[in-house]
Nanobody
Framework: QVQLVESGGGLVQAGGSLRLSCAAS????????MGWFRQAPGKEREFVAV????????YYRDSVKGRFTVSRDNAKNTVYLQMNSLKPEDTAVYYC???????????????WGQGTQVTVSS
């Protein structure tokens, strides 16, 4: 398994941008698909984006397509989530997670970070 630590969350006005980072420890980071999930107060955790181990393939939930971009730097053991044109409904705790397969199902992820809060004001 890998250990994951997110950073980059904060308070931003609607229409603004944030970039989340997820730093991983462990030599096997490059073998994992990396996903981003979020959980808003009173709601279930939901899939946001995933990137293949090589970085060549990505997939997003419909509501963030065209606004969010997931990327990774395997040399730095880090995955990123660039979030543009943020909306109040994007407010949530954001988590990165590692999986052996490229999947949108949270049950398939074996390692999770502690989460970082993103708040978008209207």
């Amino acid at each position: 398994q890998v250990q994951l630590v997110e950073s980059g969350g904060g308070l931003v006005q609607a229409g603004g941008s944030l970039r989340l980072s997820c730093a991983a420890s462990g030599r096997t980071f490059s073998s994992y698909a990396m996903g981003w999930f979020r959980q808003a107060p009173g709601k279930e955790r939901e899939f946001v984006a995933v990137i293949r181990w090589s970085g060549g393939i990505t997939y997003y939930r419909d509501s963030v397509k065209g606004r969010f971009t997931v990327s990774r730097d395997n040399a730095k053991n880090t995955v990123y989530l660039q979030m543009n044109s943020l909306k109040p409904e994007d407010t949530a705790v954001y988590y990165c997670a590692a999986s052996r397969s490229m999947t949108t199902w949270d049950r398939d992820y074996e390692s999770w970070g502690q989460g970082t809060q993103v708040t978008v004001s209207s």
